[in-house]
């Protein structure tokens, strides 16, 4: 069985920093994909960021390049997003997600297991 779960949000001042993992068990480390979504209260779900497992290929949404990094543990099973120089237009609640592909997607319609989230809240 498929089990992802975040950990790491919480609550920051503006232009501090997070770093969230994604622990994920139950499924083969062979072709997979896993990506960063957020939602914000009223916004529809949105692709922050992912890694392929298989290459290590990288996309990040336009709105936080430079800003956070997304890099795994293949020895632990766990993807990490580091996030810096936060901004009050980053709280959302943040959900990684697993697509059976060696390609990333920004879209969530590609991911079939999902975590729990996790609450990032940024005051200004």
């Known amino acids: 069985q498929v089990q992802l779960v975040e950990s790491g949000g919480g609550l920051v001042q503006s232009g501090s920093s997070l770093r969230l993992s994604c622990a994920a068990s139950?499924?083969?480390?062979?072709?997979?994909?896993i990506g960063w979504f957020r939602q914000a209260p009223g916004k529809e779900r949105e692709g922050v960021s992912c890694?392929?497992?298989?290459?290590?290929?990288?996309y990040y949404l336009d709105s936080v390049k430079g800003r956070f990094t997304i890099f795994r543990d293949n020895a632990k099973n766990t993807v990490y997003l580091q996030m810096n120089s936060l901004k009050p237009e980053d709280t959302a609640i943040y959900y990684c997600?697993?697509?059976?592909?060696?390609?990333?997607?920004?879209?969530?319609?590609?991911?079939?297991?999902w975590g729990q989230g996790t609450q990032v809240t940024v005051s200004s």
């Open positions: 890694i392929s497992r298989t290459f290590g290929t990288r």
């Open positions: 139950g499924f083969s480390s062979g072709s997979s994909a």
């Open positions: 997600a697993l697509r059976p592909s060696i390609s990333c997607s920004s879209d969530n319609r590609d991911y079939n297991h």
